[in-house]
């Protein structure tokens, strides 16, 4: 997995992101509220085991010390055939279980490889009305960021490497991480935390720039250029447009001078304004 330089967060203009951008903070919301029904909710499909793979789960539970005496003689005596049902319906039971669990306490955020996507602007930003933050990864925020795999079909799930390997957080982790392909173009990754609703403040020199959408209005460029202005003056601020050639969003750099600035240098037409 190699990390792209800068990864993008689509906000719409709203009272929320613009005390996320002053408080320099991430979120990590509930996935409950994710707009993918089977965001982080995807029902895995268990891969049939071998009577190889039975009897190695077998032998992996007998030599375990601390097992308890009934259920290491259930084990022993079971047939091949009642082991693995026994060992399906566990390992389906546990995965539910992990599934419901993340669901309800764990705090994802998303972000993507691209920032001129048409699809991701009006999905995400309020059509083409709200802005793009762009973060440097080399910042501590993303050094368990996780890229998002797309699939046609559910993912299928080994669990004898979750019972014998110990291996379970991995297996699991990977499915908050796995959506279906008509996702694709959103070019993810998420950065999952423990509990839901945590607020990550991270360094002003990690924000390095942010993209305006085409149909932002022009009072709400100033307003998150004066917010920027007493925190992060090095920022580069993006202007954007809908492209003549493609579908997507093209960019180019703007400076925000503030009013009374502008005014002390001359640089309104009008002395008066």
């Known amino acids: 997995m190699t990390l792209p330089p800068y990864l993008y967060k689509y906000e719409p203009f709203s009272a929320q992101s613009l005390q996320n951008l002053k408080n320099q903070v991430i979120h990590f919301g509930s996935p409950l509220n994710f707009n993918d029904p089977y965001d982080c909710a995807i029902s895995p499909r268990i891969k049939n085991m071998t009577d190889a793979e039975v009897e190695r789960v077998r032998r992996y539970y007998l030599e375990n010390p601390k097992l308890e005496e009934k259920k290491r003689i259930q084990i022993k005596m079971a047939s091949l055939t009642a082991l693995r049902e026994m060992l399906l319906c566990i390992g389906q039971n546990l995965l539910n279980e992990k599934i419901q669990e993340f669901l309800r306490y764990r705090g994802v955020s998303c972000f993507s490889e691209k920032k001129d996507s048409l699809l991701m602007w009006s999905h995400y930003s309020d059509h083409c009305k709200g802005f793009c933050l762009e973060f440097s990864t080399s910042s501590e925020l993303f050094q368990k960021i996780r890229k998002v795999c797309y699939m046609k079909e559910m993912p299928e799930i080994d669990i004898v490497s979750m019972f014998c390997d110990k291996d379970f957080d991995a297996v699991i982790n990977d499915l908050y991480c796995t959506k279906a392909i008509e996702w694709a173009y959103e070019h993810e990754w998420r950065g999952i935390h423990n509990k839901v609703g945590t ?64 005014k002390r240098k001359g640089l309104l037409e009008n002395k008066d304004v």
Do not use: C
Not at 204 to 225: C, K, N, Q, R, V
Not at 233 to 262: C, D, M
């Open 199 to 262: 607020e990550y403040t991270y360094l002003s020199a990690a924000l390095t720039g942010i993209y305006f959408g085409p149909d932002m209005p022009h009072a709400a460029l100033e307003i998150i250029a004066l917010i920027l202005a007493g925190q992060n003056e090095h920022i580069q601020l993006w202007q954007g447009s809908r492209s003549k050639s493609n579908f997507s969003v093209e960019f180019r750099p703007v400076a925000y001078t503030p009013h009374l600035e502008a």
